[in-house]
């Protein structure tokens, strides 16, 4: 039997304010434990929450980028759970009246368009962190992340496949990153993803009973798990079996799914509006204001790179995958000014050795990287010893002239010296040159290759060839 | 009845709260009582009224993204019934 896989994710992006949603605690990463709280952020009695304004911003360039509708008056409703985390039994949240519904995004996948669907984005507080101790049966409750502000991104169930699901969360990630409102680290779990899983069979209007998987913390782990989840629920409904409803945790040591242990309570939060918060009333001249400080969104750039700098849709979406890529590249070619040449060189040798995301931390500039390239073009050097010489400069962060010129690395283009060369070398391969004669002229690169060991691969390619081509041709 | 004896044992149960039997019985009565005079409100013709969450006026309330000084780890602590020095301690907790 055939089955159509169903899924559809939920993800929580922390926003990259400097104090938490409704108080004035630092949200930073990493202080000591319980340094970051007050009386609202522990829940104290009496204590008010006030919402932080750049939260809002924050939700309303999302809902623009993703062409949600932004719901003008949207209020905080009460989400009610006990857990240690979560010290005043309750998450503030929105339920009935989020601040942003009915969205989409583009993805692509194996060169087909898709469009998904965004049910609603919504703003909140996030949780406290549980530490377990190794030995005694006792967690450790630290309460610093108690109130970093979310926004919540459910998709609707339209992705078909866990590659569709992972370009759907590359893409998502890449909108919240180019916006600026969220740092986007998976590690440190300022990303985060929950997708819900279910198969049907192939034709079967009704969905198949889900399965929500947790605890993928990279897009790697993300897909594995996904994958991983809809083999599993394939050989249960294979064997006749039943899957049961239930949150499974990816453990990517183990690379499979594992059920939750302790028994798991049917959920009743028990929403109602929290009378804390007065509504948000998001006017038009907000959005307005908000649109017109929007940067340049991933699917534009990439367009316009197509577009307007010839480059192919390949490499458009590679150099368009971050923001900090994306401005690299500009910058770069503002300089240089052949995009596909430069699009090459990036993709190959500096994306082998800095991820899309950490282009900011690599010591060759996009202006060295620009002259680099400039000097291949006025064949001072070679592109072969060009990625030597990019090498050095990714190790050194030194100026390419400077490495050109201390290395002796600049290319040979004179004539007459390497005639004088190509003709020692012929002379002492007599055999492959009348292979060459006779046809053979795979023997070139022999000839070449002997020049540049000589010449430590300096001498100008081709000149090389064509000063072969002549003296082989004219015995 | 309003309520029955099940529902206040999950209500219960949800709030973590451990009821014998004659505590049950007794909150379903006490419950009971309220939710009839509560329901009192069913008798009003709401037809053509819109939702009500907030009772004031007030929109927009701000505060601007401004960090502000936190507590000592100590004073968070402070009511803490266990606690190590920085973290509060709970009995152990696999989610």
Redesign the interface.
């Known amino acids: 039997m055939d089955f159509e896989i169903v899924i559809g994710l939920e993800v929580h992006a922390q926003m990259n304010t400097k104090s938490k949603i409704f108080c004035g605690c630092s949200t930073e990463f990493g202080a000591p434990p319980n340094t970051h709280t007050c009386p609202v952020c522990l829940g104290m009695p009496g204590s008010l929450p006030v919402l932080n304004r750049q939260v809002v911003e924050a939700a309303i360039k999302l809902a623009l980028a993703t062409d949600s509708t932004i719901n003008q008056e949207n209020i905080f409703a009460r989400k009610n759970y006990f857990y240690p985390d979560l010290p005043k039994g309750y998450q503030i949240s929105q339920f009935e009246l989020p601040i942003a519904e009915h969205g989409k995004l583009e993805i692509e996948v194996e060169g087909t368009k898709k469009t998904i669907g965004i049910t609603r984005i919504h703003m909140e507080e996030d949780a406290g962190k549980l530490v377990h101790d190794e030995l005694e049966p006792v967690s450790h409750v630290d309460l610093n992340r108690t109130g970093t502000p979310l926004l919540e991104i459910v998709s609707e169930p339209d992705l078909r496949s866990p590659a569709e699901a992972t370009a759907y969360l590359k893409k998502l990630h890449a909108i919240v990153r180019y916006l600026d409102i969220c740092d986007g680290n998976m590690q440190e779990g300022s990303f985060r993803c929950d997708a819900n899983i279910s198969l049907r069979p192939v034709g079967q209007e009704e969905f198949g009973i889900r399965t929500e998987l947790k605890n993928m913390n990279s897009f790697k782990n993300v897909q594995l798990a996904m994958e991983y989840e809809v083999r599993r629920q394939r050989d249960v409904l294979l064997d006749g079996g039943r899957v049961i409803q239930q949150t499974l945790l990816w453990n990517p040591d183990k690379a499979q799914t594992e059920t939750m242990r302790g028994k798991e309570e049917a959920h009743d939060y028990r929403y109602f509006p929290d009378p804390d918060l007065v509504p948000v009333v998001v006017d038009q001249d907000w959005i307005s204001t908000v649109a017109a400080g929007l940067p340049e969104l991933p699917d534009h750039r990439r367009r316009r790179f197509c577009e307007e700098l010839g480059l192919n849709d390949y490499d458009a979406e590679i150099l368009t995958s971050s923001r900090e890529l994306a401005d690299y590249f500009e910058l770069a070619l503002a300089e240089y000014g052949n995009a596909k040449k430069l699009g090459n060189f990036m993709g190959t040798e500096l994306l082998r050795e800095y991820g899309a995301e950490e282009i900011e931390a690599c010591p060759v500039r996009p202006s060295q990287l620009a002259r680099l390239l400039k000097m291949i073009e006025d064949n001072t050097i070679s592109g072969k010893i060009a990625k030597t010489v990019f090498a050095e400069m990714l190790d050194k962060g030194q100026d390419p002239e400077v490495i050109v010129k201390e290395k002796g690395l600049v290319q040979m283009s004179d004539e007459g010296e390497l005639q004088a060369m190509v003709r020692e070398i012929i002379a002492a391969n007599q055999e492959q040159a009348q292979q060459f004669r006779d046809g053979k002229t795979k023997v070139m690169g022999f000839f070449v290759g002997q020049l540049m060991q000589r010449t430590k691969g300096k001498a100008n390619p081709k000149l090389a060839n064509k000063l072969f081509q002549q003296e082989l041709n004219t015995p | 009845m309003k309520i029955t004896p099940e529902e206040v044992e ?1 209500v219960a149960a ?3 709260l451990q009821l014998d039997g004659p505590e049950v019985e007794r909150m379903t009565r006490q419950l009971d009582t309220i939710l009839s005079y509560v329901a009192k409100l069913d008798e009003i013709d709401t037809q053509g009224v819109e939702v009500t ?2 009772t ?1 006026q ?16 100590e004073q ?2 402070a009511n803490a019934p266990e606690d ?1 020095g ?10």
């Open positions: 999950r949800l709030a973590r969450t907030h004031q007030v929109v927009n309330a701000f505060r601007e993204d401004e960090v502000q000084p936190s507590l000592q780890p968070a602590l190590n920085a973290s509060f301690s709970v009995p152990r907790i696999i989610r």
